[in-house]
């Protein structure tokens, strides 16, 4: 069981390329989430999916885009890449069972980019 | 605006030790989850508490819910050289998806 699969690993991109950071999931889950980590910024979410179809803004979403492609599959896109997006990029996903609320989220290895 | 402050920020201590580690907010929330996450890694759940005053333990670490489910604490008993690895705390609040997020305590256990 794979759980939660990011591609890339690793990435260096040029200042203004654009490139797409897939993440998949196999535990069937509703949410999928992308964060990304910075050193004394801790997680920060980025965008979130409560379910196929939805899709909507966390808390650092500027630079940033979408696309939430089935159940399983939910892609991050940087379009014009900055080095501000310098980061470490985690992809998570849970199950939500009404009404206890918060489920916990599995996340994936993350995706190491560098932006020169 | 929630905020969830984790202490201490960094930890280095000997094998055999004893810790603890704390996760405070001003917020109430509905649940409070643990991860740990080691290097090139993410983070992996631990455990989630979700009744005020309510205490978890897994193996020789001891989790426990503030009465008021504001805070949190996470202690480890005699630490080992495999517990090294940074511990986030996580809130949930209701039905939110989102979870709010502690900086993380950085802990080293030296052999």
């Known amino acids: 069981n794979a759980g939660v699969t990011q591609t890339p690993k690793f990435q260096v991109l040029k200042t203004g390329q654009s490139m797409t950071l897939q993440c998949a999931q196999d535990m069937n889950h509703n949410s999928m989430y992308w964060y990304r980590q910075d050193p004394g910024m801790g997680l920060r979410l980025i965008y979130y999916?409560?379910?196929?179809?939805?899709?909507d803004k966390g808390e650092v979403p500027n630079g940033y885009n979408v696309s939430r492609l089935n159940k399983r599959e939910f892609s991050l896109r940087l379009e014009s890449a900055a080095p501000s997006q310098t980061s470490v990029y985690f992809c998570a996903s849970s199950e939500v069972k009404l009404p206890s609320g918060n489920q916990p989220q599995h996340f994936g290895d993350g995706t190491r980019l560098s932006i020169l | 605006t929630q905020l969830l402050e984790q202490s201490p920020q960094f930890l280095s201590i000997q094998e055999g030790e004893n810790l603890t580690v704390y996760c405070n907010s001003s917020?109430?929330?509905?649940?409070l989850q643990w991860y740990r996450q080691e290097p090139g890694e993410g983070p992996v759940l631990l455990v989630t508490?979700?009744?005020g005053g309510e205490v978890k333990k897994l193996k020789r670490l001891t989790f426990q819910f503030g009465d008021a489910r504001k805070d949190s604490s996470l202690h480890i008993t005699a630490a080992q050289p495999g517990d090294t690895g940074l511990y986030l705390c996580?809130?949930?609040?209701?039905?939110?998806?989102?979870?709010?997020w502690g900086l993380g305590t950085s802990l080293a256990v030296n052999p």
């Open positions: 508490v979700v009744t």
């Open positions: 917020s109430v929330f509905s649940s």
């Open positions: 999916s409560a379910s196929e179809g939805t899709t």
């Open positions: 996580a809130g949930g609040a209701g039905n939110n998806r989102k979870l709010i």
